[in-house]
């Protein structure tokens, strides 16, 4: 059973997303919080696997209520939102959400969604993937790891399984590329991603990107 944590100031949102995920048998909503600073109080009371957060709520804010889960023993957390502002998804991204989704993402998207970030897959909405991508790659720095740096931390291995996350390829895609268990790859990503100075797999693959372990296509449709 995957244990739900929602926050969203809005009751009718709230209630709302709380009735979507609470009718999937494998989810289970154990609070929902309607500000930032009741997020993070519930989060430390309750543990849950995965944190719904909304990105502009009362007191702390979904990003800095983000930075928090994610320091020390990281939380999961999906950031769900009615902006694609970009300073809203490079920060929720920079402070180590597991995924960021529109508000208006179809029902089935959100609870599967949900289901990735419990699993350790990030997932971003399909709308802002190129855009978040060439922005890291042409302007932002995310960490000061360089790609000599990283050829220097990160073993043989480690870099193989960093250019399939690379290509989107989930935990269980990967080990069948590399013939290994699961169990192996989710050991090799926890140690890799301190290495690379990330705090999710979304951040190693804009790392990867912007280090062009992979490079980004021209196509800016």
């Known amino acids: 059973m995957i244990r739900v944590l929602v926050a969203d100031d809005q009751a009718l949102v709230r209630t709302g997303l709380t009735t979507l995920l609470a009718a999937e048998p494998d989810l289970e909503v154990v609070g929902a919080a309607a500000d930032g600073d009741e997020a993070l109080a519930m989060a430390h009371e309750l543990a849950p696997d995965v944190v719904c957060l909304d990105i502009r709520m009362p007191g702390r804010t979904g990003i800095e209520v983000t930075r928090e889960l994610t320091a020390g023993t990281p939380v999961p957390v999906l950031i769900l939102t009615t902006f694609d502002l970009d300073d809203y998804v490079f920060g929720a991204l920079e ?50 790891v360089s790609a000599g740096r990283g050829d220097t931390v990160l073993t043989p291995r480690e870099r193989e399984i960093l250019a399939l996350l690379a290509q989107g390829m989930s935990n269980e895609e990967i080990a069948g590329s590399l013939v290994v268990e699961v169990s192996t790859v989710k050991s090799h990503l926890a140690r890799m991603l301190p290495k ?3 705090r999710s797999r979304l951040q190693a693959v804009v790392w990867a990107y912007q280090n062009h372990v992979v490079t980004v296509s021209d196509d800016r449709s």
């Open 95 to 144: 402070a180590g959400a597991a995924g960021f989704l529109l508000k208006d993402s179809d029902p089935a998207t959100i609870v599967a969604a949900v289901r990735q970030v419990a699993a350790g897959h990030g997932t971003v909405d399909h709308t802002l993937t190129r855009r978040i991508l060439r922005e890291f790659v042409d302007r932002r720095r995310l960490h000061p």
């Open 196 to 198: 690379l100075g990330v």
